[in-house]
C-alpha cells in the first residue's frame, strides 16, 4: 500500500487559481458528469478579510476548476453554526462565498437525513442529504488553531456536515476534549472527503477558530487523506500530529496515518516560526492532563464592553448556561461545561478565555 501524499504549493489569494489546478491534477478523483460537494469552513457571519472562513478566493477557483472538467452539478455550501445572525444564505453572503460560489451556493441544512452512527454518543445524526448523496465531496477548510480541539482541519470540518442542533448535541454529550475528539471522528467516519485542499494562505493562530489573529503563511495543502493533511498541518503548526486527540483516534481507527515518517510530502514544507497555539494546551497524557485540566482548565468570560447583546451565545449554548441581561451576556459556571461554543460564535469577540486560577501566572513569574 503507497504512503499517502501531501502536496504542498506557494500561493496567495490573488493567484490561488494554479495551486488549485495542481492539486486537482495531482490528487483529484475524476468529476466529468458527477455531483460534486465542495465544502468550506464557515464558521459564520465574517467577512474574508477577518480569515475565519475559507477565502472566497479558493471557493472561486475550485467551482472554475470543476466547471472546466465538466462536473455534472456543483454544490457549494455548508452548515454553520451562527444560526443567531440569521439564514445560512446570509452567513455565506458575508463571507464572500455565496458570491464566490456563482450560483451553486446551497443551504446544507434544508434537507436533513438521519444518519446511523458508530459513537459512545448517540446512535443516529441528522446530516446533510448533499453530503451523503454527493459522488465527489471536496473540502476546502482553514488552517487554524482551536481552543477546544488544538487545532481545525480537515477532520475538524466534517463536523459541519452536521445539522441544525446536532453540533451543540454532540458538545452536550461528548464533554471534555478527548471525548469531543472521539466525537468528531465519529462524524468523519460516516462521509470522509475524497479530496481536501486547505487554505493555508493566511492561517488563524492564537485563540482560535475566531479570536485568534490572522497569520501569513502562503501555502495551500492538498491530498486524498484528511488524517495525513491534518497531520501535516499540526506539523507547520509545531506540534507532534499525534499529540492531537483528533488525530491520534483517527489514525486508531484506521482512517489515515498521523506518521510524518510515512506521508510523502511533496513541496516546500516547512515549520512556521513562532506559531502561536491556545492558550491551554492538550498535549499533556496521564495524570498530568488530569491535574492540568483541574487546575488550568479554562472557561469562558464575558468582556462588557464588547457585548452588543445579540445572544448569540444564548442560541449557541448546548446546555443552557448563558443569559442576556440589560448588562449584556451572563455564565453560569455551574453549568458550564467549557465546549467553547459561546466564543467560537461571538462574532464580536466578547467571550473572552480565562484560567480559574490565574495566581498560577504570579507563581511563574
Do not use: W
Not at 457585548?307 to 455551574?334: E, W
Not at 495566581?359 to 513569574?365: A, E, P, S, T
Amino acid at each position: 500500500m503507497s504512503a499517502p501524499r501531501v502536496s504542498i504549493y506557494e500561493a496567495d489569494y490573488e493567484h490561488v487559481e494554479k495551486a488549485v489546478e495542481r492539486a486537482l491534477e495531482a490528487h483529484g478523483p475524476p468529476v466529468e458528469g458527477r455531483t460534486v460537494l465542495v465544502k468550506p469552513n464557515i464558521l459564520g457571519a465574517m467577512p474574508p478579510e477577518s480569515h475565519t472562513n475559507t477565502h472566497p478566493s479558493l471557493v472561486r477557483a475550485t467551482v472554475a476548476a470543476l466547471v472546466r472538467r465538466h462536473a455534472g452539478r456543483i454544490l457549494v455550501g455548508d452548515n454553520s453554526g451562527m444560526r443567531a445572525y440569521g439564514s445560512n444564505e446570509q452567513t455565506a453572503r458575508v463571507a464572500g462565498i455565496f458570491e464566490a460560489a456563482g450560483g451553486h451556493y446551497v443551504n446544507l441544512g434544508a434537507s436533513p437525513v438521519a444518519a446511523p452512527v458508530r459513537s459512545d454518543f448517540a446512535r443516529q445524526l441528522a446530516f446533510s442529504r448533499e453530503v451523503l448523496e454527493a459522488d465527489v465531496l471536496i473540502s476546502l477548510p482553514k488552517m487554524k488553531t482551536h481552543v477546544a480541539t488544538l487545532i481545525t482541519g480537515a477532520i475538524k470540518n466534517t463536523f459541519g456536515h452536521l445539522v441544525g442542533g446536532e453540533k451543540s448535541r454532540l458538545h452536550r454529550e461528548a464533554v471534555g476534549a478527548e471525548n469531543f475528539a472521539r466525537a468528531i471522528v465519529d462524524v468523519c467516519q460516516v462521509r470522509p472527503p475524497d479530496l481536501v485542499i486547505l487554505d493555508a494562505v493566511v492561517a488563524m493562530e492564537g485563540q482560535g477558530p475566531s479570536g485568534g489573529r490572522p497569520r501569513p503563511v502562503g501555502r495551500v495543502l492538498a491530498s486524498r487523506s484528511a488524517v495525513a493533511l491534518d497531520a501535516v498541518m499540526a506539523a507547520m503548526m509545531g506540534l507532534e500530529p499525534r499529540s492531537v486527540p483528533m488525530l491520534r483516534i483517527a489514525e486508531d481507527r484506521g482512517l489515515g496515518t498521523a506518521d510524518l515518517g510515512a506521508i510523502d510530502i511533496d513541496g516546500p514544507f516547512e515549520v512556521v516560526r513562532k506559531f502561536k497555539l491556545p492558550g491551554v494546551g492538550m498535549g499533556v497524557g496521564g495524570l498530568a492532563a488530569r491535574l492540568a485540566t483541574y487546575i488550568l482548565v479554562t472557561q469562558p468570560r464575558v468582556r462588557a464592553a464588547r457585548c452588543v447583546r445579540c445572544g448569540s451565545c444564548v442560541k449557541a449554548c448546548p446546555v443552557g448556561a448563558v443569559t442576556m441581561t440589560d448588562r449584556g451576556a451572563v455564565i453560569d459556571y455551574s453549568r458550564c461545561i467549557s465546549c467553547f461554543c459561546c466564543h467560537e460564535m461571538c462574532r464580536y469577540q466578547s467571550m473572552d478565555l480565562a484560567r480559574r486560577m490565574r495566581v498560577l501566572r504570579r507563581l511563574g513569574g
